[in-house]
């Protein structure tokens, strides 16, 4: 099987395809490269794009995953993801992208290849912060003495390929205006959010990984694609080609 690297915007973000998957690797002029494959149904929206390319790339994503749709669908649901991954970007966001995973009825009924029960939503970043010392392990004990501090989080440790991790789980209650619901009355939503730290190996840095959804039933589903990103996350020296990384066990 052979790779396709395609530089992507000035950032110094570049993609490699391999079948159907996709490694990406970010680096700045301080941050060293890290690299990390996507699993499916996780679509990715570039942000090292100017503004202008970041739409387009927003209209084709939906395209493709609404390839049955019309041009209001597409118009709305593209300008949505566009001015999502622009906030993301003024974050210090690295990347950005938006999980959709059918959702099957009682049946798995499907009509036209699409079940029939919906889609269920949720959005990935990977950002990532100076964290002050080389030591992975002694910056990951500091996040996991932190975290441990909110009463509201599940606070796991993790053994990844690319060294050690520190995984949070938390659910809120959201109250929605009912300005904004169907039925036009205010509805009560609970969020759910996956965040795993991950120090580099290969410097004072640090990874963050956040999953957040209202999807909550499908949640076996997302915590299984947020295993898969941290489970292939590299942290190649500069100048190499990231690996073919594989799955890691986060959930054991």
Not at 64 to 92: K, R, V
Request: aromatic content about 6%.
């Amino acid at each position: 099987m052979s790779d396709t690297e395609t530089p992507e915007g000035p950032a110094g973000k570049s993609r490699v395809t391999t079948g159907s998957s996709t490694v990406l690797t970010v680096q700045s002029a301080t941050l060293p490269p890290m690299a990390f494959r996507l699993p499916q149904g996780i679509h990715a929206i570039e942000v090292s794009l100017d503004p202008e390319e970041r739409a387009e790339a927003a209209r084709r994503l939906v395209r493709d995953i609404y390839p049955h749709g019309e041009e209001p669908l597409w118009n709305t649901m593209g300008s949505l993801y566009g001015a999502m991954a622009d906030e993301m970007l003024s974050d210090g966001i690295a990347f950005f992208g938006i999980g959709l995973y059918a959702i099957e009825d009682g049946d798995g009924a499907t009509q036209g290849g699409v079940a029939q029960g919906g889609v269920a939503h949720c959005s990935v970043t990977i950002a990532a912060y100076e964290s002050g010392d080389t030591d992975p392990d002694i910056v990951a004990q500091g996040i996991r003495a932190v975290l441990l501090s909110d009463p509201l989080c599940e606070v796991s440790w993790l053994d990844l390929p690319c060294g050690p991790a520190v995984s949070a789980i938390t659910f809120r209650k959201l109250l929605v205006d009912g300005a904004y619901t169907a039925s036009g009355e205010d509805t009560e939503l609970i969020m759910g959010q996956i965040q795993v730290h991950i120090p580099f190996p290969t410097g004072p840095y640090t990874a963050v990984v956040t999953l957040d959804t209202a999807s909550v039933e499908q949640w076996d589903e997302f915590s299984q694609a947020v295993a898969g990103i941290v489970g292939s996350l590299e942290f190649p020296p500069p100048g190499d080609e990231p690996t073919d990384p594989t799955e890691s066990p986060m959930d054991k």
